[in-house]
């Protein structure tokens, strides 16, 4: 079966330094999504990529896809304390490229120091 | 809306007993997904369903059971509970793109 893999498992930074994760399959995808879960709280959706190449920006978050539509990174310039949390990509795949289920990344856990 | 409802919240059971987890979602979605979640692992599938009486197994799938006799619910069962069923379990209903989650059950097997 498919399967995401995601880099660095946790990342320590000071307020105000630059963050960056990364996703990478063996497999082409056909998109790819990235989540965002809070401490305690629950998964929160983010963004979605289809295009080879693309590029989506929102606010201090940039989002990329790779040409090959194998790998994806999430860029946060300059984090504050309200970034902390893990930070997930996904990406629909399955036996046969069925598009019915997401298969998520073991995530990044992002720590922010005051 | 509410969107993606949860019951119970927690819940601590005895090794061998059994117990059904509840999730609704009020946002006439087709698909919708169980998954739990344990320390350094993620989110891993364990059943989902692509509509109203449909189901169909995820990655880890053994030990449980899961119904959708009606579209805005879906039941996850644990026939006999097992400690390494404890987990933090999520609810998600897939809208077009984006997956909308549950905020979760906390369950604990002794």
């Known amino acids: 079966g498919q399967q995401v893999m995601q880099i660095p498992q946790y990342q320590h930074v000071q307020e105000g330094e630059d963050f960056t994760t990364y996703c990478n399959s063996s497999?082409?995808?056909?998109?790819i999504q990235w989540y965002k879960q809070r401490p305690g709280g629950h998964p929160v959706f983010l963004i979605q990529?289809?295009?080879?190449?693309e590029v989506k920006k929102q606010k201090r978050l940039t989002f990329q896809f790779g040409e090959a539509k194998k790998n994806s990174s999430l860029h946060i310039t300059a984090t504050q304390t309200t970034d902390v949390g893990t930070y997930f990509c996904?990406?629909?795949?399955?036996?046969?490229?069925?598009?019915?289920?997401?298969?998520f990344g073991t995530g990044t856990l992002l720590a922010v120091q005051p | 809306n509410a969107g993606v409802t949860q019951t119970p919240k927690f819940r601590v059971l005895k090794t061998g007993q059994s117990m059904t987890l509840l999730c609704a979602q009020d946002?006439?979605?087709?698909?919708m997904y169980w998954y739990r979640q344990d320390p350094g692992m993620g989110l891993r599938l364990i059943h989902y369903?692509?509509?109203?009486?449909?189901?169909a197994k995820g990655e880890v799938p053994d030990g449980y059971n899961v119904s959708r006799l009606k579209k805005q619910n879906f039941l996850l069962g644990l026939e006999s509970a097992a400690p390494s069923q404890t987990s933090v379990y999520f609810c998600?209903?897939?809208?077009?793109?984006?997956?909308?989650f549950g905020p979760g059950t906390r369950l604990t097997v002794l």
């Open positions: 497999t082409t995808l056909s998109n």
């Open positions: 996904a990406a629909f795949g399955g036996y046969g490229g069925a598009t019915n289920k997401l298969i």
């Open positions: 998600a209903s897939r809208g077009y793109n984006e997956q909308f």
């Open positions: 946002m006439n979605h087709e698909y």
């Open positions: 369903s692509v509509g109203e009486g449909t189901t």
């Open positions: 990529l289809v295009k080879s190449g």
